[in-house]
């Protein structure tokens, strides 16, 4: 089991940058292939970007490849996503999820554990 903590949100302008992180508590940290999620008000929760338990393979929503960057740094527990380029459509509740599965994971039912989300607001 993981307990995972997101953090970096807040208040930008569009063309701005934000680094979120995520601190995961335990030992297997490692094993899990990371998420980001995002669930702007009255939507449903959309993928952002996933990337594998050795961090080699990452992949991203269409809506924002080539503008984020997701990335772990295994030492510390901890990922990242950094987003560039922001816009206004980018406002949402930003969730990390941890999973053991290793296929492509795209969907949040393939996700067993979840932070308690970090607002992005971006305003034009």
């Known amino acids: 089991q993981v307990q995972l903590v997101d953090s970096g949100g807040g208040l930008v302008q569009a063309g701005g940058s934000l680094r979120l992180s995520c601190a995961a508590s335990g030992r297997t940290f490692s094993t899990y292939t990371m998420g980001w999620f995002r669930q702007a008000p009255g939507k449903e929760r959309e993928f952002v970007a996933y990337?594998?338990?050795?961090?080699?393979?990452?992949y991203y929503a269409d809506s924002v490849k080539g503008r984020f960057t997701i990335s772990r740094d295994n030492a510390k527990n901890t990922v990242y996503l950094q987003m560039n380029s922001l816009k206004p459509e980018d406002t949402a509740v930003y969730f990390c999820?941890?999973?053991?599965?290793?296929?492509?994971?795209?969907?949040?039912?393939?996700?067993?554990?979840w932070g308690q989300g970090t607002q992005v607001t971006v305003s034009s």
């Open positions: 999820a941890a999973t053991p599965r290793v296929t492509i994971l795209t969907s949040s039912h393939q996700y067993d554990y």
């Open positions: 990337i594998t338990r050795s961090g080699l393979i990452t």
